[in-house]
């Protein structure tokens, strides 16, 4: 089975530096099978038939010297994103939660976005922005405060670049 590791903040800038190639080896040095890389915005794609999240972001701190949180998707979750009519519009990121949504954060949700947007198996927002990422308040951090939970933030590109290579 495919999965992506999709780690958030690091190469942004001078901050967070880690090397696609020693991160490769670093995931098959913890077992994982044809392990690839997909651009510097930290995109592991790797096949096995289990994950584990905690040792992923331990390993990753000890490595690195600094936390580094994962987002593990398959590829059918990444498939079933990609055929969701919202994925088919212009301007669109997939945000990835790190768990699944309650009900009451559901609501603060459809309260507050006024972007086109849907929680998509509770634990993935696909949002179709009215501005660019960089104009628009419907960010990582965003989500992140309003939520409590972590998230990272793949373009629509990204999503279909990634999805090829699983």
Same mark, same amino acid.
């Given at each position: 089975?495919?999965?992506?590791?999709l780690?958030?903040? $690091?190469?942004?800038?001078? %901050?967070?530096?880690?090397?696609m190639k020693s991160?490769k080896?670093?995931?098959?040095?913890?077992?994982?099978?044809?392990?690839? !890389?997909?651009?510097? !915005?930290?995109?592991?794609?790797?096949?096995?038939?289990?994950?584990?999240v905690?040792?992923?972001?331990?390993?990753?701190?000890?490595?690195y010297?600094?936390d $580094?949180?994962?987002?593990?998707?398959?590829?059918?979750?990444?498939?079933? $994103?990609?055929?969701?009519?919202?994925?088919l519009?212009?301007q669109?990121?997939?945000?990835?939660?790190?768990?699944?949504?309650?009900?009451?954060?559901?609501?603060?949700?459809?309260?507050?976005?006024?972007?086109?947007f849907?929680?998509?198996?509770?634990?993935? $927002?696909?949002?179709?922005?009215? %501005?660019?990422?960089?104009?628009? %308040?419907?960010?990582? !951090?965003?989500f992140?405060?309003?939520?409590?939970?972590?998230?990272?933030?793949?373009n629509?590109? !990204?999503?279909?670049?990634?999805?090829?290579?699983?």
């Amino acid at each position: 089975m495919s999965f992506v590791a999709l780690l958030r903040g $690091i190469n942004l800038g001078a %901050k967070n530096k880690v090397d696609m190639k020693s991160l490769k080896l670093l995931f098959e040095e913890m077992g994982y099978e044809n392990v690839r !890389t997909y651009i510097q !915005t930290g995109n592991v794609i790797f096949d096995n038939k289990t994950y584990d999240v905690l040792q992923l972001q331990n390993t990753l701190r000890e490595t690195y010297g600094f936390d $580094i949180p994962v987002v593990v998707r398959s590829k059918d979750a990444f498939e079933e $994103i990609q055929q969701h009519p919202i994925f088919l519009k212009e301007q669109v990121y997939v945000m990835f939660l790190e768990k699944d949504v309650s009900d009451e954060q559901l609501a603060v949700l459809e309260n507050l976005v006024d972007d086109e947007f849907i929680v998509w198996n509770r634990c993935n $927002i696909i949002i179709n922005l009215s %501005k660019t990422y960089h104009q628009t %308040k419907f960010t990582n !951090t965003f989500f992140e405060r309003k939520l409590g939970m972590t998230s990272t933030a793949r373009n629509q590109n !990204t999503v279909n670049k990634i999805l090829k290579k699983m």
